[in-house]
């Protein structure tokens, strides 16, 4: 039963580049959530997806954007990629009920340059 | 906007000594969860808090929701080099929001 899977693990890239990074939930869930996190802190809510609409967002600007398949699988797009994205982007899927724990995926790191 | 706050940052420990970590919201939540972080890797579900000043124990670890629902604790006794890694708090606000709290980083000197 393969957990979650994100690609690529890694990944380097010029400011105002753009970037798409993908996302492979746990067999069984249909949602899925993106989280920055940069060195040092804790991860920070992007947005959440099921049954293919973005259903919640944290505070990110529109740069960062997503979507999910209907196989549930799902991209993280970022545009006009800053020095400040430089950070582990991590996906979680989960399934839908309230409370349910988040599995995550190893993560892509990306650097800016 | 809902605040979540952990202490502490950063905690040192000789092997054997015991470790907690609290978190505090600014609101009253639905629930609580707590994940591991170890160094290079990913977060992993450990627990989650429901009820009102409910206990929860796994093995060494034990868990406390506060009575108000507005600030929960986990606790390590014996710590081993096992444990070494950041512990998060996570809540979610009224509007199915995510928040983790900022972690507490713990070390374990042999």
């Known amino acids: 039963d393969a957990g979650v899977t994100q690609s690529p693990t890694h990944l380097i890239k010029t400011r105002g580049q753009q970037v798409t990074l993908r996302c492979s939930p746990k067999s069984g869930h249909d949602t899925v959530s993106w989280y920055q996190q940069a060195l040092g802190q804790g991860p920070q809510f992007i947005f959440q997806?099921?049954?293919?609409?973005?259903?919640q967002r944290g505070n990110f600007p529109d740069r960062f954007s997503g979507h999910q398949f209907p196989n549930y699988s799902s991209e993280l797009n970022v545009n006009a990629l800053l020095l400040g994205d430089s950070a582990l982007y991590l996906c979680a899927s989960s399934p839908r009920g309230v409370g349910s724990p988040l599995h995550f995926g190893n993560g892509t790191r990306l650097t800016v340059t | 906007g809902q605040q979540v706050m952990q202490i502490p940052q950063y905690q040192h420990v000789q092997e054997g000594e015991d470790f907690t970590t609290y978190c505090n919201s600014s609101?009253?939540?639905?629930?609580i969860q707590w994940y591991k972080q170890r160094p290079g890797g990913h977060p992993v579900f450990l627990i989650q808090l429901v009820k009102s000043g409910e206990v929860k124990k796994q093995k060494r670890l034990t868990f406390q929701f506060g009575e108000a629902k507005k600030n929960s604790s986990l606790h390590i006794t014996a710590t081993q080099t096992t444990d070494v890694g950041t512990y998060f708090c996570?809540?979610?606000?009224?509007?199915?929001?995510?928040?983790f709290g900022p972690g507490t980083s713990l070390s374990v000197i042999p």
């Open positions: 609101t009253t939540l639905s629930n």
């Open positions: 997806y099921y049954e293919e609409e973005e259903r």
């Open positions: 996570l809540m979610k606000t009224s509007y199915d929001k995510v928040i």
